[in-house]
């Protein structure tokens, strides 16, 4: 049974702790987001609660909500099939939406009497599309082969009279009636089973028709055979990733940094890499989930899903995944996590191809291990305070992306509310006007902040956050024996000075200390000169 139900004021909302789907809706009573939760009220009310610990994309959500619906229903199987159906129902703004990262051609066949063969990276109805594919060269050569084995013609339209195709072979000529439309299409039938990965059977042709040529003593036409099929092998070579697989597969490695979750899809076709798409999606509560469910609404559904995390919470979850995937496929579809093996290589495989290009055995994943972070500290901005005396107090704050300096991202700030010179109460200042901003700008946080100091400073920069209620990774590299402090903790961490996390932390504290002392002596210039000008 299912039961329907709209309130008005969300805060004070009898959500029930049923199985079902949610709608959240803003004031003129569009859907910003459709969700399902195993548990209603335990779902809603996370998004209202400790809100500050929400990625930036669900606080936007929050603020514009003024009505919930829910609709109950008997299981997780029938949450999933009707948040899908809502989604595609309302589209609504925060759900994700997808949209590759990159654009990659296409071998097409177009749906003609006699079809051509064609690169395409606009793939529409007329045509009928293989791949895609990520290497260009093999694309290129694979079309070659293609014409030169199965002689497809590659003319826009067809011409009154035979082309250079039709001379060196390469073409069987339907435009001048060379042959007929039923074998004309038992050539593209054949070049079909190739394109789609069925090696084999064009191995097999091309052996038989070697042998034939052989027999009737045709050796130069043997030859290019032959040369045919080495140049097919070495093909295979480059292609081929399980030899013995016969089932279609997706491998799907995802890796959240920041606010941002990267996503790497691989479509292997009996064995062969056909296909590689990279994602970049805003981080969201489900969101690895949510976009298994979108991707496949409008892509073919392979027999097995190899992640490199778990997209459920429990089994039951994947069960139910497993069993809506499976209708909408109309055959079995299974998820995998491997631990081991070829399937573990696949994911290892597709990690590498991630578009964030970090190198895995970084500073930043020694950084990341060490101080115990949730996400890989990719954006790191750090504070340091200068003054001389109770004169020119001003602070230099330098961002880091990848453990590269950006230079767009440095920011000077003069002093306003510190009058004389007092460290801990500059920090605040300057932490709270610079989050401040970030906040009102709906612009994304970093992944870690350090202060060029020590405990008091750190903890001077604590406040600041806490109350504007954020919670941001946050630490003090102390220049006495570079040791690392935390708020509220007075027991440093020391790390080996020499190691890549250190000497990549001390690079980040070294150059902010530098912009601030240069901004510093730019403010005491400036003084020198308008009183030298008097």
Not at 39 to 61: D, E, G
Not at 84 to 108: E, G, M, S, V, W
Not at 345 to 369: G, M, P, T, W, Y
Request: aromatic content about 8%; some cysteine.
């Amino acid at each position: 049974m299912i039961f329907i139900n709209a309130i008005r004021d969300f805060k004070s909302a009898d959500v029930p702790s049923k199985t079902g789907v949610y709608l959240y809706k803003n004031a003129e009573g569009d859907v910003l987001y459709c969700g399902k939760a195993k548990n209603l009220r335990a779902r809603v009310k996370s998004y209202f609660s400790s809100q500050h610990l929400l990625p930036i994309k669900t606080r936007r959500l929050v603020v514009q909500i003024r009505q919930i619906d829910w609709i109950i229903v008997d299981n997780e199987v029938e949450a999933l099939m009707l948040e899908n159906r809502l989604i595609k129902q309302y589209q609504p703004k925060y759900n994700i939406a997808l949209k590759d990262a990159k654009t990659f051609a296409y071998i097409a066949l177009s749906k003609d009497a006699y079809p051509r063969i064609f690169t395409t990276r606009k793939p529409t109805a007329k045509m009928e599309v293989f791949g895609a594919y990520t290497d260009g060269h093999l694309r290129a050569e694979l079309q070659r082969m293609v014409i030169q084995i199965f002689k497809l013609r590659d003319c826009k339209t067809l011409p009154k009279k035979a082309c250079l195709n039709f001379h060196i072979h390469r073409c069987t000529a339907p435009c001048i009636g060379n042959v007929s439309q039923i074998e004309y299409a038992m050539q593209v039938d054949r070049a079909r089973q190739l394109l789609n990965g069925n090696l084999k059977e064009t191995l097999n042709f091309l052996t038989i028709e070697m042998q034939r040529a052989s027999d009737e003593q045709k050796f130069e036409r043997a030859l290019e055979i032959r040369n045919q099929l080495n140049r097919l092998q070495n093909l295979e070579q480059k292609q081929i990733i399980d030899a013995q697989n016969t089932q279609n597969q997706d491998v799907i490695a995802f890796e959240r940094q920041g606010e941002q979750m990267h996503i790497v899809r691989f479509g292997i076709k009996r064995g062969v890499l056909s296909t590689k798409q990279n994602f970049c999606v805003d981080y969201e509560t489900r969101i690895k989930q949510a976009f298994v469910m979108a991707f496949y609404q409008t892509n073919t559904l392979p027999h097995e899903i190899i992640v490199n995390q778990p997209i459920w919470g429990d089994e039951a979850e994947k069960e139910s995944l497993e069993t809506v995937l499976s209708q909408l496929r109309g055959g079995k579809v299974v998820f995998t996590l491997p631990l081991r093996g070829n399937k573990l290589a696949l994911v290892k495989l597709a990690e590498k191809n991630s578009e964030s290009n970090i190198d895995h055995d970084s500073a930043l994943f020694d950084l990341q291990r060490a101080l115990n972070l949730e996400t890989l500290p990719r954006v790191i901005e750090c504070f340091d305070i200068s003054n001389l005396g109770n004169e020119h107090i001003v602070s230099g704050m330098t961002q880091f992306i990848d453990m590269k300096a950006n230079k767009n991202g440095f920011r000077h700030f003069e002093l306003k509310t510190v009058a004389h010179a007092d460290d801990f109460a500059s920090m605040r200042e300057v932490v709270t006007r610079r989050y401040t901003r970030l906040i009102e700008e709906e612009k994304s946080l970093p992944n870690l902040i350090v202060i060029d100091g020590g405990l008091g400073q750190v903890n001077a920069a604590f406040h600041a956050l806490n109350a504007l209620d954020l919670t941001i990774p946050l630490i003090g590299l102390a220049k006495k024996q570079e040791e690392i402090y935390f708020p509220l903790k007075s027991d440093p961490l020391i790390f080996n000075q020499n190691t890549r996390m250190m000497l990549l932390l001390r690079r980040i504290r070294d150059a902010t200390h530098d912009f601030s002392i240069g901004y510093n002596r730019k403010k005491r210039a400036m003084k020198l000169r308008d009183e030298f000008e008097k």
